[in-house]
């Protein structure tokens, strides 16, 4: 079944503890893209990458690092986790860049306490 | 990349059409309109995207004006699973690929 697999489903961690939230996608699509959503914020993207080893900022990248070494995987990273990115993490990916409908993940909600 | 202004929410009664309206006054020529929906805190899922041309599947219609400012996407009969959060975004063909989603609209679909 072609999907966008993300792990874990929920996480709890502590403030400076690094974690790593995985993407895979099975479709073998070019671009993924992560996206956090917030209350009242809608989804707000974070890190994007149109291929292998190319990745770039979305409107908020601060906190969080991505990798794109193999083409199904993206993960994120966050180094250093903060209370402020408690929040619920997408993970999106298409087979191209603009005629392409994205397929999403079915989330991570991550708390930092 | 053109940005887009969606009501926060709109009531359709269940069996009705609902129209659901969005605004990209400052789309370019080479950019999609693209619809997704969200229920509840699922992942969104994609509904319908085109350019120029009014498109059909079997989820939806969108309809595009011909100065492309803004569109509708049309959900003919709707359900009560249809309730969710609707999302209208643009992607262009060039440039950045940072997508911005906004708010969109909670449609209600009420019994």
């Known amino acids: 079944e072609a999907q966008v697999t993300q792990n874990p489903r929920y996480l709890i961690t502590v403030t400076g503890k690094k974690l790593t939230v995985t993407c895979s996608q099975n479709m073998n699509h070019e671009y993924m893209s992560w996206y956090r959503q917030d209350p009242g914020l809608g989804l707000r993207q974070i890190y994007y990458?149109?291929?292998?080893?190319?990745?770039d900022k979305g409107d908020v990248p601060e906190g969080y690092k991505v990798s794109r070494k193999e083409k199904r995987n993206f993960p994120l990273i966050l180094e250093s986790p903060s209370p402020n990115q408690t929040s619920l993490y997408f993970c999106a990916s298409s087979l191209g860049i603009y005629n392409s409908p994205l397929h999403f993940g079915n989330g991570t909600r991550l708390t930092v306490t | 990349d053109a940005k887009t202004t969606q009501p926060p929410s709109m009531d359709c009664a269940e069996g009705r059409a609902a129209n659901l309206p969005c605004n990209h006054s400052t789309i370019s020529g080479n950019e999609y309109v693209y619809w997704y929906r969200q229920i509840h805190s699922q992942g969104p899922q994609y509904i319908i995207h085109?350019?120029?041309n009014n498109e059909t599947n079997e989820m939806a219609s969108l309809i595009i004006t011909e100065d492309r400012k803004s569109s509708t996407l049309i959900l003919p009969h709707a359900t009560l699973r249809d309730t969710a959060v609707y999302y209208c975004i643009v992607r262009s063909q060039g440039g950045s690929e940072k997508l911005v989603f906004g708010k969109g609209t909670k449609l209600t679909v009420n019994p």
């Open positions: 990458s149109m291929n292998v080893e190319v990745t």
């Open positions: 085109g350019l120029k």
